[in-house]
Nanobody, 115 residues
Framework: QVHMVETGGGQVQPGGSLRLSCVSS????????MGWYRQAPGKQRELVAK???????EYSDSAKGRFTISKDRARNTLFLQLDSLRPDDTAVYYC?????????WGQGTQVTVSS
C-alpha cells in the first residue's frame, strides 16, 4: 500500500513562509502527477499546485507568485514552498499523487496564518 506523509505545517504570521514536505513510500517516478490541495474550515478542498510527469506545473490564481511546487526524486519527496502567507491561506494542506487510476492522499498538515 502506498503512503504519503506531509510535514512542515505550523503557525506563522502574515507575510511569513513555510515549506511543506510530502514523503512518498514509492518513487515519485511512479506518479503521473503530484500536487497539493488545501481545505479551509467550511470550504471545499481546492487545488493549490500540481506537477505532471514532464515537470510542467500549474498553480491556482491564489498561489501564483507566492507558492512554489518542487520535487526531490532522490528522496521521494514533494515540496510546497509557501511565501507571503496571508490569513486566507489558513487550511489543512494535503499532498496527493495519481498512481494509475487511483489518487493517493496524505493525512494533511495544518497551516495557520495569524498575528
Amino acid at each position: 500500500q502506498v503512503h504519503m506523509v506531509e510535514t512542515g505545517g505550523g503557525q506563522v504570521q502574515p507575510g511569513g513562509s513555510l515549506r511543506l514536505s510530502c514523503v512518498s513510500s514509492v518513487s515519485t517516478f511512479s506518479f503521473k502527477a503530484m500536487g497539493w490541495y488545501r481545505q479551509a474550515p467550511g470550504k471545499q478542498r481546492e487545488l493549490v499546485a500540481k506537477m505532471v510527469v514532464n515537470g510542467l506545473t500549474e498553480y491556482s490564481d491564489s498561489a501564483k507568485g507566492r507558492f512554489t511546487i518542487s520535487k526531490d526524486r532522490a528522496r521521494n519527496t514533494l515540496f510546497l514552498q509557501l511565501d507571503s502567507l496571508r490569513p486566507d491561506d489558513t487550511a489543512v494542506y494535503y499532498c496527493t499523487g495519481a498512481l494509475g487510476a487511483t489518487l493517493v492522499w496524505g493525512q494533511g498538515t495544518q497551516v495557520t496564518v495569524s498575528s
